[in-house]
């Protein structure tokens, strides 16, 4: 075993130095450990190593923006849901798929008459609205909290490798051993991005939460049941079933 020590700022790019073995060699296992206050973006390396496959969820999520900012259910256009996955999935990413669906529940309750639907099937639907509000509201704190205070999810796979330690594989190889690059910055900058896009989703927040509400409550929050309607009815002397009723 030869082990040697060689000072080399780690910046933006780093590729550590690599000795020349001067034969060729097999089964050669390179591994990089790395600072956890750095934020890795992207690796390079021959052979079996390590991916971020957090660029290919981007994609996914832009396509995705996309198509969801086409749609008049809600008030969110392609910004607006680009940046709300872009936060989301650097830090939770199964919040995604239930702010998607809260929000989009709520659009449905906008076009909603509750005249149209059973007073019990209404009243149901509004339980699962608020309670569906709630889990989404407590997921969106907590990535917040992750994306302030946690590390950044992407997603690093391959060679069992990880966010700080990157590992490389190579069957045959040499007399130089090989050669592997990683793309980082400091972990402020992930801080930094992420306190301001928890500010962007507290005051886009309140708009989306305003438009909900108009939509849970109007134009009512609750529907008596046709038992508890046709006792109102009756108390006004109003026609129930074809008969007139008069509670003197």
């Given at each position: 075993?030869v082990?040697?020590?060689?000072?080399?700022?780690?910046?933006?790019?780093?590729?550590?130095?690599?000795?020349?073995?001067?034969?060729?060699?097999?089964n050669?296992?390179?591994?990089?450990?790395?600072?956890?206050?750095?934020w890795?973006?992207?690796?390079?390396?021959?052979?079996?190593?390590?991916?971020?496959?957090?660029?290919?969820?981007?994609?996914?999520?832009?396509?995705?923006?996309a198509?969801?900012?086409?749609s008049?259910?809600?008030?969110?256009?392609?910004?607006?849901?680009?940046?709300?996955g872009?936060g989301?999935?650097?830090?939770?990413v199964?919040?995604?798929?239930?702010?998607?669906?809260?929000?989009?529940?709520?659009?449905l309750r906008?076009?909603?008459?509750?005249?149209?639907?059973?007073?019990w099937?209404?009243?149901?639907?509004?339980m699962?609205?608020?309670?569906?509000?709630?889990?989404?509201?407590?997921?969106?704190v907590?990535?917040?909290?992750?994306?302030?205070?946690?590390?950044?999810?992407?997603?690093?796979?391959?060679n069992e490798?990880?966010?700080?330690?990157?590992?490389?594989?190579?069957?045959?190889?040499?007399?130089?051993?090989?050669?592997?690059?990683?793309?980082?910055?400091?972990?402020?900058?992930?801080?930094?991005?992420?306190?301001?896009?928890?500010?962007?989703?507290?005051?886009r927040?309140?708009?989306?939460?305003?438009?909900?509400?108009?939509?849970?409550?109007?134009p009512?929050?609750?529907?008596?049941?046709?038992?508890?309607?046709?006792?109102?009815?009756?108390?006004?002397?109003?026609?129930?079933?074809?008969?007139?009723?008069?509670?003197?």
């Open positions: 075993e082990t040697w020590r060689e000072p080399q700022t780690l910046g933006l790019g780093y590729a550590p130095a690599l000795a020349d073995l001067r034969s060729p060699a097999v050669l296992n390179t591994m990089l450990s790395l600072p956890a206050d750095r890795v973006l992207w690796t390079w390396g021959p052979g079996v190593g390590p991916a971020v496959l957090f660029w290919g969820v981007l994609l996914v999520l832009i396509g995705l923006a198509g969801l900012g086409r008049h259910l809600t008030p969110l256009r392609f910004h607006d849901w680009l940046l709300l872009i989301l999935i650097l830090a939770q199964w919040v995604v798929l239930l702010v998607i669906g809260w929000l989009f529940a709520l659009g906008h076009r909603l008459n509750p005249q149209d639907v059973e007073p099937r209404f009243n149901l639907t509004q699962g609205l608020i309670m569906l509000t709630l889990l989404a509201l407590g997921g969106l907590g990535a917040v909290q992750q994306g302030l205070l946690g590390a950044p999810a992407m997603q690093i796979l391959g490798s990880t966010a700080t330690r990157l590992n490389w594989y190579q069957d045959r190889g040499g007399p130089t051993l090989p050669h592997v690059w990683v793309l980082s910055v400091p972990m402020w900058v992930y801080r930094a991005l992420m306190l301001a896009w928890a500010l962007w989703l507290a005051m927040l309140l708009d989306w939460l305003r438009w909900g509400w108009e939509g849970l409550s109007k009512m929050l609750w529907r008596e049941t046709r038992l508890a309607e046709s006792k109102a009815a009756a108390a006004k002397g109003e026609t129930v079933g074809g008969e007139m009723r008069l509670d003197l």
